[in-house]
């Protein structure tokens, strides 16, 4: 989803606008230079500038693009889209438009996997992986703020990268094993939260011998 640069463009908007042509360019020439002055120069953007919108060089190319991978899925998957939806459904849908998004770049997504494994680079690949599953939560109406917030987030991280090693190496019609392994994973998730639930509501219901005592002693309150 290449950005539409301004006559005087910010190092955010070329950024922003970099990072799809890049990501095209990394299935050859990886995250780097050769990427960065390919794509610069399509845009007609001064290298030296170009590089000053990556400080940190491939990590922060491969941040951008998934950015921008994150801005198309929520373009494709508006609220009241998603409203329409069980949420069962709707993260199901938001994981699906992911691996349609990137469908044809699977190269440039090994590629990008394989820089954020660096051990360097691993606080980096972790912020990214939650960013993208606190967008999709987001996106599929979670208001929660208490440690389901973060138990939510964290499952779903996992999920996706798993689902993402199958989508790697899917040869099947339309990747159809991983959006079957996406399915089975995310229903396992499913029922896991309906048994939190169910739990919760069990723990709450549940007599207390400390409460009627203290109702005994303070019958007031």
């Not at 599929?140 to 138990?151: C, E, R």
Request: charged share 25%; net charge positive; aromatic share 8%.
């Amino acid at each position: 989803m290449a950005s539409i640069l301004p006559a005087d463009p910010t190092l955010d908007e070329i950024r922003a606008a970099l990072a799809p042509l890049i990501a095209a360019g990394a299935a050859f020439d990886g995250f780097g230079t050769a990427a960065l002055e390919d794509a610069a120069g399509r845009l007609r953007i001064d290298a030296d500038v170009a590089r000053l919108a990556f400080p940190g060089g491939g990590r922060d190319m491969v941040d951008a693009w998934f950015a921008d991978i994150d801005a198309a899925m929520a373009e494709r998957c508006p609220a009241e889209k998603l409203a329409e939806l069980k949420i069962r459904q709707r993260i199901l849908t938001l994981v699906e438009t992911r691996i349609d998004l990137l469908a044809n770049s699977r190269e440039s997504l090994r590629r990008a996997l394989a820089l954020l494994a660096l051990p360097t680079n691993a606080p980096h690949a972790a912020k990214l992986g939650w960013r993208a599953a606190d967008l999709m939560w987001r996106l599929a109406g979670d208001t929660a703020t208490d440690y389901n917030h973060y138990s939510k987030r964290a499952i779903l991280g996992t999920v996706y990268a798993s689902t993402m090693a199958v989508f790697l190496n899917d040869e099947s019609e339309n990747f159809a094993d991983t959006r079957a392994f996406l399915a089975r994973r995310i229903d396992a998730v499913m029922r896991f939260e309906s048994w939190k639930h169910r739990r919760a509501s069990r723990s709450i219901e549940r007599p207390s011998l400390a409460r009627f005592i203290g109702r005994l002693r303070y019958p007031g309150r």
